[in-house]
C-alpha cells in the first residue's frame, strides 16, 4: 500500500507508518520513564526519543543524498525537496541509536525506557512497513487498458513488452501531476532501454489529447484506464503515483506524490539494465 485517504485527501503511507511509530515510542519512553524515575525525567525521556528520530532522519537523508549524489548534483536544490521520498533508512537507525546510546551514558535511570521505547518503535514501524509493503514477486496486476491513439485493448504487462517500465498513474485535473509530467516526458525522450507508460485514470481519449495538446507534451504511450482500477490495485489512493517494474514484471520501487528529476534518476538506476 502507498497510500491512505483522509476524505478527499490522500497520504504517502510510509511517512504515516513512521510518524505513528515515533509517536507510539516517545509515549512508551515517557510511562516507563515515570515509573522508573518521577515525572520529570518522563518528559525528558518522551522528547529524547523524538529527538533521537529527527536525528536519524537527517542521516537517513544525508545517507541517501551521499548515495545519489551525481544524480543531485545536477538539481542541487532537489537536495532539499522531500517529497521525493529519499532515505536511506540504515544510516537513520544508526545515528538515531547511537544519539540514545549517548544520552543513556549521562542519565543511567533512563536507559531501560529508551531500551524498550526504541525497540517497540523500530519492531512497530518495521512490521507495519512489511505487513503493507507490496510482494516483489507479484505479478502486474492484470488491468485492461486501451491505448489513447487507437483505442486498442491491451494488459499493463503487454503494454509493458518484457521491458524494464516506469508506470504513471497521472490525470488532468491533479496539479501534482501536471507539476512532474515535464520531467518524465524529458526522461522518456532520452531513455532507450526503459519504457514510460503514462496510465490516464478515469479520463475521456478527448480530454486526454486536449490536455497533451495544451501543454506541448509529444508522449509515447499513453494508455486510458477509464474505471481507474490499477490505483487501488497496486495499493494508492491518490495522485500521482509511480511505479517501477523491472523486466521481469516485478515492482523494484514505487512512489506517491511529485518526482523530481533526480529522484527519479536513482529509481531508474534499479531497473536500467547493465551495460
Same mark, same amino acid.
Given at each position: 500500500?502507498?497510500? +491512505? ?13 513512521l510518524?505513528?511509530a515515533?509517536?507510539?515510542a ?19 525521556a518522551?522528547?529524547?526519543?523524538i529527538?533521537a ?8 537523508r544525508?545517507?541517501y ?13 532537489a ?5 521525493d ?22 542519565r ?7 531500551l ?10 518495521l ?8 510482494s516483489?514477486?507479484?505479478p502486474?496486476?492484470?488491468?485492461q487498458l486501451?491505448?489513447l ?7 499493463l ?5 518484457g521491458?524494464?517500465?516506469v508506470v ?7 496539479g ?16 532507450s532501454?526503459v519504457?514510460f507508460l503514462?496510465i ?5 481519449p478527448?480530454?486526454?489529447k ?5 501543454q506541448?507534451?509529444s ?24 511505479l ?8 523494484v520501487?514505487?512512489?506517491f506524490? +511529485? +518526482?523530481?528529476?533526480?529522484?527519479l534518476?536513482?529509481?531508474?538506476r534499479q531497473?536500467?539494465p547493465?551495460?
Amino acid at each position: 500500500m502507498l497510500s +491512505i485517504s483522509l476524505g478527499p485527501v490522500a497520504l504517502p503511507l510510509a511517512p504515516a507508518l513512521l510518524l505513528c511509530a515515533v509517536w507510539a515510542a516517545s509515549l512508551l519512553a515517557r510511562r516507563l520513564a515515570r515509573k522508573a524515575a518521577g515525572e520529570s525525567l518522563g518528559e525528558v525521556a518522551g522528547n529524547t526519543v523524538i529527538h533521537a528520530a529527527l536525528l536519524g532522519l537527517l542521516a537517513a537523508r544525508l545517507a541517501y543524498l551521499a548515495l545519489n549524489a551525481d544524480a543531485y548534483l545536477a538539481s542541487p536544490w532537489a537536495a532539499f525537496d522531500l517529497r521525493d521520498g529519499g532515505w536511506f533508512a540504515p544510516a537513520g537507525l544508526i545515528a538515531g541509536l547511537g544519539w540514545l546510546a549517548w544520552r543513556s551514558q549521562r542519565r543511567p535511570p533512563l536507559r531501560r525506557p529508551w531500551l524498550v521505547s526504541s525497540g517497540a518503535g523500530i519492531a512497530l514501524w518495521l512490521l507495519a512497513s512489511v505487513a503493507t509493503a507490496p510482494s516483489g514477486s507479484a505479478p502486474m496486476p492484470s488491468v485492461q487498458l486501451a491505448e489513447l491513439e487507437s483505442a486498442q485493448s491491451l494488459s499493463l504487462s503487454e503494454a509493458a513488452r518484457g521491458r524494464p517500465v516506469v508506470v504513471n498513474l497521472w490525470a488532468s485535473w491533479c496539479g501534482p501531476c501536471r507539476v512532474e509530467m515535464p520531467v518524465l516526458a524529458a526522461a522518456q525522450q532520452r531513455e532507450s532501454a526503459v519504457g514510460f507508460l503514462f496510465i490516464n485514470q478515469g479520463e475521456s481519449p478527448a480530454a486526454v489529447k486536449a490536455f497533451l495538446r495544451q501543454q506541448g507534451l509529444s508522449l509515447r504511450e499513453v494508455l486510458l484506464d477509464s474505471r481507474s482500477t490499477l490505483g487501488p490495485a497496486v495499493g494508492s489512493r491518490g495522485l500521482p503515483t509511480t511505479l517501477f517494474y523491472d523486466a521481469q514484471g516485478r515492482q523494484v520501487d514505487a512512489h506517491f506524490g +511529485i +518526482i523530481n528529476a533526480a529522484a527519479l534518476e536513482s529509481r531508474l538506476r534499479q531497473i536500467r539494465p547493465s551495460p
